[in-house]
């Protein structure tokens, strides 16, 4: 069975630094990829960014460029999130997903996409 398990939420001020990590376990996605995915109160579903885990190259949405970035351990199958410059409206529930096959550029944001889902961590930025 394979799973998918977020940490690393919590509180931050804005222009401070949290990492979120997303272990996985059941499988491999030697071929695959990676997303994170961020879903605010009252607003779908939101692509962050993401990474296929055969040569680590990645993909982000531009409200977090410059900002957020993301890496894996592919010995441990752990993914990472590294947010700096926090701001408020990076407030959020974060999510990891899987997928077990290529990931093609002009699919990374759709959630359709995916095959496993994580159960989300909290990220509450305050100013």
């Known amino acids: 069975q394979v799973q998918l398990v977020e940490s690393g939420g919590g509180l931050a001020q804005a222009g401070e630094s949290l990492r979120l990590s997303c272990v996985v376990s059941?499988?491999?996605?030697?071929?695959?990829?990676m997303g994170w995915f961020r879903q605010a109160p009252g607003k779908e579903r939101e692509f962050v960014g993401g990474?296929?885990?055969?040569?680590?190259?990645?993909y982000s949405a531009d409200s977090v460029k410059g900002r957020f970035t993301i890496s894996r351990d592919s010995t441990k199958n752990t993914v990472a999130l590294q947010m700096n410059s926090l701001k408020p409206e990076d407030t959020a529930k974060y999510y990891c997903?899987?997928?077990?096959?290529?990931?093609?550029?002009?699919?990374?944001?759709?959630?359709?996409?995916?095959?496993?889902w994580g159960q989300g961590t909290q990220v509450t930025v305050s100013s």
């Open positions: 059941g499988r491999t996605f030697s071929r695959g990829a």
């Open positions: 990474i296929r885990w055969n040569d680590g190259s990645t």
């Open positions: 997903a899987a997928r077990d096959r290529f990931m093609y550029n002009n699919r990374w944001s759709r959630a359709s996409e995916y095959d496993y």
